[in-house]
């Protein structure tokens, strides 16, 4: 039996399938929210705060372990606004738009 030659190609990029598409539809909806408040790609045309978005992140965490699922503001869940905002420090890491003003210690602090 012959295998499919793209498969081995295939193996070696992101097993994008492994994304359950519930999480992918909670981000998509916190990012529709955003593109709605401040333009879709935002993130893309100007500078942004790494610690921007790790306080919106740290926002939507404490919110949901208090029992909160959806935002009261956007009607999003908390978890897709989460997804969301690591997506864009990720995408504004990649475009080199995003400012690293993250507090780096000189020797970490051990758990």
């Given at each position: 039996?012959?295998?499919?030659?793209?498969?081995?190609?295939?193996?070696?990029?992101a097993p994008l399938h492994l994304i359950?598409?519930?999480?992918?539809?909670?981000?998509?909806?916190?990012?529709?929210?955003?593109?709605?408040?401040?333009?879709?790609?935002?993130?893309?045309?100007?500078?942004?705060?790494?610690?921007?978005?790790?306080?919106?992140?740290m926002r939507h965490l404490d919110a949901?372990?208090?029992?909160?699922?959806?935002?009261?503001?956007?009607?999003?869940?908390?978890?897709?606004?989460?997804?969301?905002?690591?997506?864009?420090?990720?995408?504004?890491?990649?475009?080199?738009?995003?400012?690293?003003?993250?507090?780096?210690?000189?020797?970490?602090?051990?758990?």
């Amino acid at each position: 039996m012959n295998l499919d030659p793209k498969r081995e190609i295939g193996a070696m990029k992101a097993p994008l399938h492994l994304i359950p598409p519930i999480a992918m539809e909670k981000a998509a909806w916190a990012h529709a929210d955003g593109a709605v408040k401040y333009g879709a790609y935002n993130w893309r045309h100007v500078n942004v705060c790494a610690t921007t978005y790790l306080a919106a992140i740290m926002r939507h965490l404490d919110a949901f372990r208090n029992g909160e699922d959806c935002a009261k503001d956007s009607g999003c869940h908390h978890l897709g606004h989460i997804i969301a905002n690591c997506n864009i420090l990720l995408d504004a890491e990649q475009a080199g738009t995003l400012v690293d003003d993250r507090f780096k210690q000189e020797k970490p602090i051990e758990p």
